[in-house]
């Protein structure tokens, strides 16, 4: 039987908080870049997008440079 430490438990779930938390965030940056391409599409200005969506100029133009 494996012996672990309080201080490896803690790491432990200090880096899960981490991971959780990290993957909530980038699936609420995915969330955003599709609305943003779903405003561009609908001609939607870029600050309005931004406004929206807390996504900067730069990286919705990224988003689709057809339409910036």
Do not use: N, W
Not at 1 to 7: K, Q
Not at 23 to 38: N, P, V
């Amino acid at each position: 039987m494996e012996y672990v430490l309080s201080f490896e438990r803690a790491a432990e779930r200090r880096g899960m908080k981490k991971g959780i938390a990290k993957g909530i965030e980038k699936g609420e940056t995915e969330k955003a870049k599709k609305t943003a391409l779903r405003m561009l599409a609908d001609g939607f200005e870029l600050d309005m997008i931004t406004k929206y969506t807390d996504l900067p100029v730069e990286e919705i133009k990224k988003l689709s440079p057809i339409h910036c």
